[in-house]
């Protein structure tokens, strides 16, 4: 196989059938795929430590401060975590149908349809959020903000208590950002599958939106089990 | 060299593949939050992170597809959590090895009883 493009060549390679989406400079759409995936992952490693930082910062205070982060933990409510990371593990479920029917040459109204499915899901995980927990966390004071103080409740503890609910807040509302853009990006996907944009030789913009959003769902299944279960659940004894 | 399936970033993925991966995703889920009504000391934490770590190799392998990626996206994706381990590491080594005042004294009990000593 030959490498590389000629001048002339390029001229031709205007004219010539090549598969909508195929971008001139890659030599075939095969590595034009491996580059926007390479590219996605690159991001993504940014990502990792931009909330590897936040981690990190979580790790050391919980190292200092554990009993007051089981305290802390204990005020949030494990059903609503369990149940929303089911919504989300889902929601990966579905985004990874979106781009398997894309890839298989299904219909536009398949791929359409799951990918509103994936925009239903993370729309309920960030409405359960909201209104069962976030909103109920503000009605009680313990969010960061107004009457917000837990030194009347367990003494010296309590603000260590506060910097669990701060991690809790900081943490859920990067991760819920990220949720919001990743439903913006699912919006611009559905627009350009409606117009024709994919085919089964094209469809990148929809496998690394599909990474965006598993590696959401990843940071949200270490959140998970790091703010709802420490130390345990059980009734001491 | 590599195995055929490998070494291709386009690979159709079974159907049956994703769905046992999403079983697999729930039951862990309920695993780690039943463990979690479980006293097991210490190890209530170690059992959550083991199964969060389990089901994010397999939201990375699977639903990531890098079961079937190229060398070069591999190493990458080991790269970040390269980078991010040096991370954890680092600042816990410094974090850990430090001796902490159980009462910090602040800007005001430190430089108060300087002025006083000095003047």
Redesign the interface.
């Known amino acids: 196989m030959r490498r590389g493009w000629l001048v002339s060549d390029l001229a031709t390679h205007a004219h010539s059938a090549h598969p909508p989406g195929f971008a001139h400079q890659f030599e075939d759409i095969?590595q034009q795929?491996?580059a926007a995936?390479?590219g996605m992952?690159?991001f993504?490693?940014t990502e990792?430590?931009f909330f590897?930082?936040m981690?990190?910062a979580y790790?050391?205070y919980r190292?200092?401060h554990y009993p007051a982060f089981e305290i802390g933990s204990h005020l949030l409510e494990?059903k609503f975590g369990?149940t929303n990371?089911?919504v989300l593990?889902?929601s990966?479920?579905t985004?990874?149908?979106a781009i398997?029917s894309a890839?298989?040459g299904k219909s536009k109204q398949t791929v359409i349809t799951w990918l509103i499915l994936t925009m239903i899901l993370g729309a309920t995980f960030l409405g359960l959020k909201l209104r069962f927990e976030w909103y109920e966390d503000y009605v009680k004071h313990i969010v960061p903000g107004a009457y917000f103080g837990f030194e009347n409740q367990w003494g010296p503890l309590g603000g260590q208590v506060e910097m669990f609910m701060c991690f809790y807040f900081f943490m859920t509302g990067l991760h819920a950002i990220h949720m919001v853009i990743g439903l913006g990006i699912l919006t611009v996907l559905v627009i350009m599958t409606a117009k024709g944009k994919f085919s089964s030789e094209y469809y990148a913009p929809l496998?690394i939106s599909?990474?965006y959003w598993?590696?959401v769902?990843?940071v949200w299944?270490?959140l998970?089990?790091?703010l709802y279960?420490?130390?345990?659940?059980?009734i001491?004894? | 060299m590599s195995s055929p399936e490998q070494g291709h970033s386009e690979h159709v993925v079974p159907v049956s593949v994703y769905v046992g991966v999403f079983l697999a995703l729930l039951a862990l889920t309920a695993l780690t939050t039943g463990v979690a009504y479980i006293d097991l000391g210490a190890f209530n934490t170690v059992v959550a992170l083991v199964i969060a770590f389990i089901k994010m190799l397999l939201v990375v392998l699977f639903f990531m597809h890098i079961r079937w990626a190229t060398g070069l996206t591999r190493i990458l994706v080991l790269c970040g959590f390269f980078w991010l381990a040096i991370m954890v590491t680092f600042t816990l080594g410094d974090e850990l090895t430090r001796s902490w005042q159980i009462n910090p004294v602040g800007w005001g009990g430190m430089i108060v009883p300087l002025v006083r000593h000095l003047f």
């Open positions: 095969e795929r491996e995936h390479l992952w690159a993504l490693v990792i430590l590897g930082g981690f990190t790790i050391v190292s200092l494990v369990a990371t089911a593990i889902f990966s479920l985004m990874a149908m398997h890839q298989t496998e599909g990474l598993h590696f769902d990843i299944i270490f998970f089990p790091l279960l420490i130390g345990g659940r059980y001491p004894h």
